[in-house]
């Protein structure tokens, strides 16, 4: 009787459909090692725990990637169907950070053998449409601030007015900005846009007026210039 073959350690199956897969042959080398290193983890849990596998970014540089071309990659993996992030991380002090939590669509989840994987790639069906979606994922980045305005907007904002010098009790003088409001139109919508308030600005050269602002904004002023002592003493 002919003996089957057998592995002589651990090893991860893909199918040949999945090789051959759009998806797959667009993956760029970083986010081959990114599936790699979850498939590494994955052994390292007895073939259990998909979906909630932990994998660093120091786990993903250790295993050949680039520390800057880690996020593109995973991002990349995700967007072709090959990868979940099932929870996100966090970065912070040791007691705080965690890793991302991974599962790979292409094996079977927690506890079950007996449910087929999800195989997200195969919602890929052309070249053209791999290369699009890993190109705009790679791409992008998580926005942190709002956006500039639109450039095609129809304003009829009036400039705000040029600084308008007045006396003061000193007979210095001081100068305020005064603020503008405009109609702005987007679309079929009307927008009223005001300016941020401008506070007026005034020169204060009376020695009592300017002893009492040192004393009241910064009382070690005078300690530390002695010039300052001879506005409080006037």
Same mark, same amino acid.
């Given at each position: 009787? #002919? ?26 080398? =970083? ?52 990868? &979940?992030?099932?929870? @996100?991380? #966090? ?17 079977? %989840?927690?506890?079950? @053998? ?7 790639? &195969? &919602? ?46 000193? %007979? ?22 005001? =300016? ?12 009592? %007026? ?13 300690? @530390? ?10």
């Amino acid at each position: 009787m #002919r003996k089957r073959n057998q592995i002589s350690g651990q090893f991860s199956a893909k199918l040949i459909e999945m090789l051959e897969s759009p998806a797959w042959r667009t993956l760029s080398l =970083s986010a081959r090692r990114i599936i790699e290193r979850i498939e590494i983890e994955l052994a390292n849990h007895g073939g259990n725990d998909n979906g909630r596998l932990p994998v660093t970014y120091q786990d993903f540089v250790d295993h050949g990637i680039h520390l800057a071309a880690v996020a593109p990659a995973i991002r990349e993996a995700e967007a072709l169907g090959f990868i &979940r992030i099932t929870e @996100r991380g #966090r970065g912070g002090n040791a007691e705080f950070r965690s890793p991302n939590l991974f599962l790979l669509t292409f094996a079977y %989840g927690r506890g079950s @053998r007996s449910k087929e994987p999800v195989h997200d790639w &195969r &919602r890929i069906k052309t070249m053209s449409d791999a290369q699009a979606f890993a190109s705009v994922a790679r791409r992008a980045k998580k926005i942190r601030r709002a956006p500039p305005p639109p450039r095609d907007i129809d304003s009829t904002a009036g400039k705000r007015s040029d600084p308008v010098l007045s006396e003061t009790g000193s %007979g210095k003088l001081g100068f305020s900005l005064s603020e503008t409001s405009s109609e702005t139109t987007v679309g079929n919508q009307q927008w009223k846009m005001k =300016s941020w308030a401008t506070p007026q600005v005034i020169e204060v050269t009376e020695p009592e %007026g300017r002893a009492r602002i040192l004393a009241f904004w910064r009382p070690e002023c005078v300690r @530390r210039h002695p010039q300052e002592r001879k506005f409080q003493n006037d």
